[in-house]
């Protein structure tokens, strides 16, 4: 594959902020001179977690609103990873605050880009197993509704109208090929 030269950046503007987010102007030169405008999230070295657990032969995914799209959605566990914290230290406390358990073995199996030609985090997929009961206080708004989901019958999440998130689906595409690897038939 031809290797691209990366376009030359000109200037960076900060042209928005909120309380979450700052939006930058990236003016960029690309090596045959052309010149582009993109807009961008300002960068962050912050990451999250999206974890897919285990329990007996279910997987614990969870109900809640999404306010990009006006109504309740569900898929996996999710949240920020903290500072100071690994991703599996992450993935162990968001699973205790969300869904009310630890795991005894987490497993990093992915980290993916969430359009990238808008923001630079990270999105770090993990496999939780041996689950204990254990429960944390979480910063939801209201009491997150679980919904276990038969581990056989899991691709069929593809069709159900409210696990349409592209990370949940990644995500379960990749605990497929995980299982798989790890339990071939």
């Known amino acids: ?70 109504n309740y959605d569900f898929g996996f566990p999710k949240g920020a990873i903290d500072a100071g914290e690994t991703p599996l230290q992450a993935a162990n406390r968001e699973l205790k605050e969300e869904i009310g358990y630890g795991a005894g073995s ?19 997929i993990v496999i939780a197993q041996d689950l ?12 997150l509704v679980q919904i276990r989901w038969p581990i056989a019958k899991m691709m069929d999440l593809l069709d159900h109208p409210d696990f349409t998130e592209a990370r949940n689906v990644s995500a379960l595409f990749l605990a497929q090929r995980y299982l798989q690897q790890v339990c071939p038939k």
């Open 106 to 124: 987490l497993t990093e199996i992915a980290k993916l880009s969430m359009a990238p030609s808008y923001f630079s985090s990270k999105m770090n």
């Open 1 to 70: 594959m031809k290797e691209l030269k990366k376009p030359n950046i000109l200037n960076i503007d900060n042209i928005a902020r909120s309380r979450l987010f700052q939006i930058q102007s990236v003016n960029l030169e690309f090596s045959n001179g052309e010149k582009r405008i993109y807009e961008r999230m300002k960068p962050a070295n912050r990451e999250a977690v999206m974890i897919v657990p285990i329990i007996n032969d279910d997987l614990i995914l969870i109900r809640e609103y999404a306010v990009g799209i006006e």
């Open 132 to 143: 204990y009961p254990e429960q944390l206080e979480g910063d939801e708004p209201e009491p």
